[in-house]
């Protein structure tokens, strides 16, 4: 079995007015995400990691801002055709973590919703998909409430 591993990172300002999604949910907030798609930093990071574990580089490289396809688009759209890449290269995923970092709102609540959605996304059980969250202690962009950020790893196989 060929394994490897790939890292992802997203972030984006925060704005009032903006839906918040995450995770491909929305969650209940007078901000959100300012961004070309969505903005949903989860699943790009989790983009990120997958694309990086097969070498198929950035989620940037195939879904660019510049391209008005993918203007407000629904980031879970992106994550399938990553998924569809990686399942013709003959990879599977093994698992997904990852961590979302803001200071508001507590996103605890909704995260066995977000983990449902992701592994409906990428086709796998919800067992293989962990989501974690942190506030930074309102250190930084993140705790002073300016911008949100995600990380994921995310483990494949052939």
Request: aromatic residues 6%.
């Amino acid at each position: 079995m060929k394994n490897r591993i790939g890292f992802g990172y997203d972030v984006h300002q925060l704005a009032e007015g903006i839906p918040l999604r995450l995770g491909g949910i929305e969650i209940p907030h007078s901000r959100g995400a300012l961004g070309h798609s969505d903005a949903d930093v989860l699943v790009h990071a989790i983009c990120d990691a997958l694309l990086g574990a097969a070498a198929l580089g950035d989620i940037g490289q195939h879904f660019p801002d510049s391209n008005e396809e993918f203007k407000g688009i629904n980031s879970l759209l992106l994550l399938e055709k990553i998924i569809r890449m990686i399942n013709e290269m003959g990879y599977k995923i093994s698992n997904i973590d990852s961590t979302v970092c803001l200071q508001e709102p507590r996103i605890s609540p909704y995260i066995d919703d977000m983990r449902s959605a992701l592994s409906f996304a990428m086709g796998i059980d919800k067992g293989k998909v962990s989501v974690k969250a942190t506030t930074e202690e309102k250190l930084g962009f993140t705790g002073s409430g300016e911008g949100i950020s995600a990380y994921a790893v995310a483990l494949i196989w052939k």
